[in-house]
T-cell receptor, first 112, second 114 residues
Framework: QKEVEQNSGPLSVPEGAIASLNCTYS??????FFWYRQYSGKSPELIMF????GDKEDGRFTAQLNKASQYVSLLIRDSQPSDSATYLC????????????FGTGTKLQVIP | GAGVSQSPSNKVTEKGKDVELRCDPI?????LYWYRQSLGQGLEFLIY????????KSGLPSDRFSAERTGGSVSTLTIQRTQQEDSAVYLC????????????FGPGTRLTVT
């Protein structure tokens, strides 16, 4: 079992719809959870992080964390073609160690 | 402020040659990471530095790969006797410590071994 799992996609949504990206992780002691966006040919850029159960909102983005079920999700409201990218989920391991494990990413396509 | 910088942006080398890739982290970031990303693949962790602690080298794929970090700032990743399978984008990231350890990435070095 991979430490951080994501559906590779592509996930296609129409412009203006809500895109829902999911990620599961295996280390129950994981403490911090990150979402990165990576455009083709570019390096990953941080969108947001979350470390408490529940929702965290930032503009059109909402991260949701459920530690009991060991999943974290990213919702993108009012999806725009410019949101088309690969979204990487990353998880910080237990014990306060700074090593972060990345999932392989979900490719999102927003159709105009 | 300045972000993470990497050089060179592109490197083409012949099989068997040695290469050095450089990373300059964000000022004040004590944690530094190297990753490798092959075309269409995810991020592969290579090595992690934190302050003066011994680096975590658990991701280095072979003894041809080594890295150092001088003065707690700039880092150099060295690949000796390059092979074609080393062709990839090499990404460097840095983060503040203590956590939550969000990482900020440099633009990467695209390495092509011919």
């Amino acid at each position: 079992q991979k430490e951080v799992e994501q559906n590779s996609g592509p996930l296609s949504v129409p412009e203006g719809a809500i895109a829902s990206l999911n990620c599961t992780y295996s280390d129950r002691g994981s403490q911090s959870f990150f979402w990165y966006r990576q455009y083709s040919g570019k390096s990953p850029e941080l969108i947001m992080f979350i470390y408490s159960n529940g929702d965290k909102e930032d503009g059109r983005f909402t991260a949701q964390l459920n530690k009991a079920s060991q999943y974290v999700s990213l919702l993108i409201r009012d999806s725009q073609p410019s949101d088309s990218a690969t979204y990487l989920c990353a998880v910080n391991g237990s014990g306060g160690y700074q090593k972060v494990t990345f999932g392989t990413g979900t490719k999102l396509q927003v159709i105009p | 402020g300045a972000g993470v910088s990497q050089s060179p942006s592109n490197k083409v080398t012949e099989k068997g040659k040695d290469v050095e890739l450089r990373c300059d982290p964000i000022s004040g970031h004590t944690a530094l990471y190297w990753y490798r990303q092959s075309l269409g693949q995810g991020l592969e962790f290579l090595i992690y530095f934190q302050g003066n602690s011994a680096p975590d080298k658990s991701g280095l794929p072979s003894d041809r790969f080594s890295a150092e970090r001088t003065g707690g700032s700039v880092s150099t990743l060295t690949i000796q006797r390059t092979q074609q399978e080393d062709s990839a984008v090499y990404l460097c990231a840095s983060s503040l410590v203590p956590g939550p350890y969000e990482q900020y990435f440099g633009p990467g070095t695209r390495l092509t071994v011919t």
